[in-house]
């Protein structure tokens, strides 16, 4: 449910059970595909999904890639309902809570580690840095996530950052990003499409009466304020300036 106490933001509401979402990024599993495929994930991999959510993506990469694969990520509340779905669905993955900025795994652990829409929420030199911390040498770290164009203002960076605490990099300032931790053999991907896609998917889901019903949610719980901070952070992710990219490096 949308909750009062949390702070108005789309994020939230896209948490929230309110919108029936368990792929909680645009693009679905056709990009959880395709970084696995650029990280060649495949056979006997150890994988890390960083801020795995409600635990779909794993579950996909399990069935598809056949590889092994542990999820991290800071909420109870996703931690508890992927742990549920492991067991429903007969599968044998972990998923522990844990904190992207300080992961509980030694140096060289996995030989792949991902993490989906999720980088630009957190300090990104220092989960980045963690992820190639536990990735063994000549492992892959991949992400998708949102992306500004090169000719956005600060206006709605700082409006993004201030309602939803996203801070996203332009694609190549992602690329940079990866450098800077040492990562190498670089690869960006401009998924942008994928963002207004995702919206009409969700619409259509939801209905007209069901757009209404979350309309309504957001006014009785978090006021007028509320609802046009929501409204402004959207208009931002439907904006020209919001992308969506896929990062992909290699540890030397
Ligand atoms: C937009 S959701 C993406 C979830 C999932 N990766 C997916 O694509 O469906 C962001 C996720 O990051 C998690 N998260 C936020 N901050 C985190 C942190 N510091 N450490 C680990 N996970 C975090 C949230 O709880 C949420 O599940």
Redesign the pocket.
Known sequence: MIKKNKRPSL?NI??SEDLFLD???PGGFEITRELAQLCHIGKVINVLD?????G??AFYLVRNFNCHIIG????DR?IKKAKRKAIDHGVIIQFKK????DLPFKDNTFDVVIS???TS??DKKRAIEEMARVTRSGGYIGIHDICWKKDTPEHPKQKLAEIEFRKPETLDGWKTQFEKVGLIDIMIKDRSSLIPEWEINISEKLGLLGRLKILLKIIKNWGIGGLRKVMESRRIFHSHYTGYGIIVGKKT
């Open positions: 994020e896209i948490e792929i909680l990024h960083v801020g795995s959510g409600t779909e993506s991290i990520d800071i909420s996703m844990a904190d992207a900025h989906e829409c999720t929420i957190l």
